[in-house]
């Protein structure tokens, strides 16, 4: 059998692409994610299913792709493989305000839903910045979190039902738009986070919440995470202003953001320990505003702070959070820095910070990781001040000092990631066993010809 013409009579309505138009665009995040022979765009979800039962039929593996900004090569492709790209399924197809419901295909981006459901005075409830191209699809796949997990959950808890392609080709329907159900195992949790290893997430249906009418920002200088936590308590006490961020960025990193982004020395509070990035939801720019300035200056002495500054307009709310988003810079300061994302229990934060901080000296005197994250939820993410790629060792060695006890203590070595690749090892070091031994049960009853993405999450 020759790939692309097979492909391209047992589809004939999906758009097939072979490597070489592949290698002449854009792969996204991850220089791997083109690396497949064939990348195939169904027009409709019976296309998905009858590429499921190709690729089946004839032990040809596949991989979902959608807005390709996964971090951690959960969409990295190979040759002999085959994409299936969802990017034309791209409709919201409703939207209820009362029931406070949208059914969207699994193309459609988180920014694109924003837009739509803001219509209506609502919100998916969950926000990230790679809003522009991540798309809910594959959001579900990797269990998203973001800036709003503290208080929405993660992409777990704003789906309410979904549809998937099983490895068979056939279709597991689940779109219940209500959110109280208890009958019998609730198995859309099975697609969600399983990294298109289980199935094709092609719909589903979310969670939208009321938003508030205005929103305001300030950027506080503290001495240390418990600082910053001290006053996002204040803050999720309040009752005429909702906080709906709380980021915290430790000297190292906003150091690094204030040199490439070329800000001043004067012109933000950079020079603390950390820095606490604050959101606040109120029916007026005015009250947030307002709500912000004297929540600070009731939590000023009691919470240690050294220096504050709340938005006066959207473009300095912006630079503030150009902080925290740009990310990439690290990237142009370190190519292919090793990079990290866990979840550590809120009390721990601190120790947890000096203790890697420490770790990674023992293994290069050089090292000083950039540390920011979601202070509310305990997630933050590192980086290692180095060129990448380093050594297998040295990148085992760097991964035990940073998921050490983590487990143990109620925390997560990756938090909203997802495994894929990068932390496929990982995975096998640091999760419990016997969820191991389950993971790989499921996948070996779901997907006994390991067509699903394999050798993402759980190997075979």
Known sequence: MTLLPALRSALPTASVWDAAELASRDPGFD???FGASALVRPRDVEGVAALVKFCSEHGISLVAQGGRTGLAGGAATSQGQVICDLGGHNQIEEIDPFARVAIVQAGVTLGALQEAAAVHGLDPGIDLAARGS?????MVSTNAGGIMAFRNGTMRHRVLGLEAVLPDGRVFRDLTRVLKTSAGYDLKHLFIGAEGTLGIVTRVAVRLDPVAGASATALVGVP?????????????????ARLTAAEILWRNFASLMQRALNYGPGQLPLDAPCLLLLGLGADSIEAARSALEDGLAAIWEEAGIIDGLVASSDAQAAQMWRLREETVEIERAHPMAPSFDVSVPGGGLDAYVARIEAGLKKIDASYAPYVYGHLADGNLHISINCEGPVPHERHAGIEDVLYEGLRQAGGSFS??????????????????????DLAKAIKELIDPGNVMNPGKVVEL
Do not use: M
């Open 134 to 138: 991540a798309t809910i699809g594959g």
């Open 31 to 33: 220089a791997r994610n």
């Open 224 to 240: 240390n995470a418990a600082s910053a936590q001290r006053i996002v308590r204040h803050f999720l006490a309040s009752t005429s």
């Open 415 to 436: 938090a909203e990631h997802g495994v894929g690749l990068e932390k496929r090892e990982a995975y096998e070091r640091h999760a419990d066993p016997v969820k191991r």
